[in-house]
Structures are given as C-alpha cells and as structure tokens.
C-alpha cells in the first residue's frame, strides 16, 4: 500500500512588494506567550503551517529530509526555551536574542549559528529611517526567526513560496530568502533616500525653499549615517554564510550563485550609500553657497540705491543753503537742480545697470 499523499498546502497570501497583516500567535501554550509562525518542509514542499512550536519535534522525527522556520515576536529567554534545549542553542546565543541593540554579526556555535541583521525602512514623510532588529538561529534543520520589532513576515513568506524550486537545498533556502528580504528592504530605503535627495536637487535654487532644503538634507544625512551602521556589516555577514564549512554548510552547492548575488547587492547598497551621502552633503554645501550668493546680490543691490539716492541728498542739500548761490529763489534754479539729480542718479543707475548690479 502506497503511503498517502500529504496534504496541499496552499502558499500563504502576501506581496513581496507590499505589507501585509501582523503576524498572529498559532498556539495558546505558555512558553510561547509571544506570537508564532511555524511551518514544516518535507520531501521538496512545503507540508504543513501553523502547527504549534511544541510539536517541532515530532514533526522532524518523521523524516530525516524535513526542516522547519520558527519564527518568534518579541520573546524573552522563556520562551526561547521551548527551541532552546530541542536544537541545542547556546546561551550566550539566546541572550543576544532576548537584548535589543546587538550589532549586526554572525557567530558561529558548536550545534548552529547565530545573526543579528537590522531590518530597515524609510518614512519619506520625515525622512527617517527605522529600524526593526531581527536575529535568527540557523541549525541543520531549522531556521529560528526572532523579531524584537514589527517587520512583514507575510513579504518574506511570499518570497518563499515564489522560490518552490529552491526548496530541495534544505534551511539554506529559508536562510537565502530571509536574507535576500533584508537587504533588498535597505536597498529599498536608499533608493527612496535617492528620490528625495533628487527632490532637494530640483528646490535647490528656489529662496524660497531654503530653510527646506537646510533641513531635510540634515535629515537625509542623518539617515544615510544610520542606514551605513547597519548595512556596512552585512557584506562580512552574507560572507560568513556562504562560506562553506564542515560544521554549517548554509550555502549548498546550487544556492552559492543566489547568495553571491545577495552579496552583490550589499556591496551595491553599501556603494549606494556612500554615494547620496556625497550627494546630500555636497546639496548642503551647495545651498550654503547659494544662501552666501543671495546675500551678495542683496548687499549689492543695497548698496546701488544707496549711491543713487545719494546724488538727490547731495544735490538738495546744496540749494538748500542759506547763501546765495547762482539760481537763488529763482525758478531755473529748481529745474537745474532738478535737472541735476535726474542726470546724476540716472547716469549711476546705467552704470551700475551695465555691471549687472542692478
């Protein structure tokens, strides 16, 4: 008799490209008290989903062949050690799990090893980017997802179920795809961070947008110098991964050429973002130089109407002395004082008209 087939499991719903809903909890047992996902991979294919983090076991004793994603919301060291004495996970591994603001890194432990990656995203309304701390737990036969922040496990899900063929490599497919969600998410951010900063290029010679620019391009620094403090370790982390070893072989043969490509876009990211940092610093200093040139040109045209309404303060006050002098209470004596400051200031007008001061 042949075995039963297993039973189809539909692709959960969800964009790559857009978010989805916050992930809900799928077991009322304590520990977890936090939200789960799970999901078990047997045979090529994805099995069963859903199922409760207690049953992790009983789910890989079945075959040899099958792995599982685990993926925790906001966990402290309780409820890790439902995983945690199953697979084996050191403590040290744990508690840099359970503490926020660990940097980006991959350790390398007896039974697993153990990343720490930053999740990024760009709010163009304030030009600042937000991070979501994410750590990951990768054994033989599982990947443990931990996340102390919100991040779309719905996009990363989706990104799985568009890469079927890549399911026969084991954990390393699932490693591949969280990874590659990552990085393509700071990529994203630069690339949004490069919008705006076309944005700032184009109201660069506006006056009227002066105070704007000043800061929104101390914002997009700001940005750019936190987003490089996360991203800069990921080119030493993505290295590490698929560095083949006798202990943790995550990059299978087939997935070397996908996890160099993942390489290959931290390097751009990186690049990337030494260049719009170039590019924002240099629109700041433009701006000062403008702001510098704008007030030349005010001093300037100050100045030019001063010398011009000097020539009438000077030729005024001379008739208006109380001697005599020739025209005196004489009607041609107006017109030729008028006739003075007319030409006077006229001719101060044109000259400064011709050196473009005016």
């Not at 919301?73 to 359970?98: K, R, W």
């Not at 969600?181 to 184009?202: F, K």
């Not at 208006?320 to 209470?329: A, E, I, L």
């Not at 200031?345 to 001061?357: C, K, M, Q, T």
Request: a negative charge; charged letters at 25%; aromatic letters at 8%.
């Amino acid at each position: 008799m042949s075995d039963p087939e297993p039973p189809r499991v539909e692709p959960a719903p969800g964009d790559p490209q857009q978010p989805g809903p916050a992930a809900a909890s799928v077991t009322e047992a304590t520990p977890p008290r936090c939200p789960t996902r799970t999901r078990l991979y047997r045979g090529g294919a994805l099995v069963s989903e859903g199922f409760p983090a207690e049953e992790i076991s009983d789910h890989l004793a079945v075959d040899d062949g099958s792995f599982v994603w685990l993926d925790l919301f906001d966990p402290d060291a309780a409820d890790l050690s439902i995983v945690t004495n199953e697979f084996g996970l050191h403590p040290l591994a744990v508690e840099d799990a359970v503490q926020d603001h660990q940097r980006s890194k991959l350790d390398r432990y007896r039974t697993h090893l153990f990343a720490n990656l930053y999740a990024v995203r760009f709010d163009p309304a304030t030009d600042e980017v937000g991070t979501s701390e994410l750590s990951a737990f990768i054994t033989g036969r599982a990947l443990i997802t931990v996340r102390k922040a919100d991040w779309d496990v719905d996009a990363l899900v989706a990104r799985w179920d568009a890469e079927q063929d890549l399911v026969g490599s084991g954990v390393g497919f699932l490693v591949h795809g969280f990874i590659d969600a990552v990085v393509d998410g700071q990529y994203q951010a630069v690339e949004q961070i490069s919008d705006a900063s076309e944005e700032l290029e184009d109201a660069m010679f506006d006056a009227r947008r002066r105070q704007e620019i000043r800061r929104r391009g101390f914002e997009l620094r700001k940005s750019l110098g936190r987003l490089r403090r996360v991203v800069a370790p990921m080119r030493e982390v993505v290295v590490r991964l698929a560095r083949a070893d006798e202990d943790h072989h995550v990059a299978a043969d087939r997935l070397g050429p996908y996890f160099q490509d993942v390489q290959d876009h931290v390097v751009q990211t990186t690049d990337a973002i030494e260049a719009q940092h170039e590019l924002v610093s240099s629109i700041l200093d433009t701006n000062q130089n403008e702001q510098g040139n704008d007030l030349n040109e005010i001093t300037k045209k100050l100045a030019s109407w001063a010398a011009i309404i000097a020539v009438p303060t000077a030729v005024t006050g001379f008739y208006g002395q109380n001697v005599p002098y020739p025209g005196f209470s004489k009607e041609w004596g107006f017109a030729t004082s008028c006739g003075v400051i007319v030409a006077l200031g006229g001719g101060i007008w044109l000259a400064l008209r011709r050196r473009g001061w005016l």
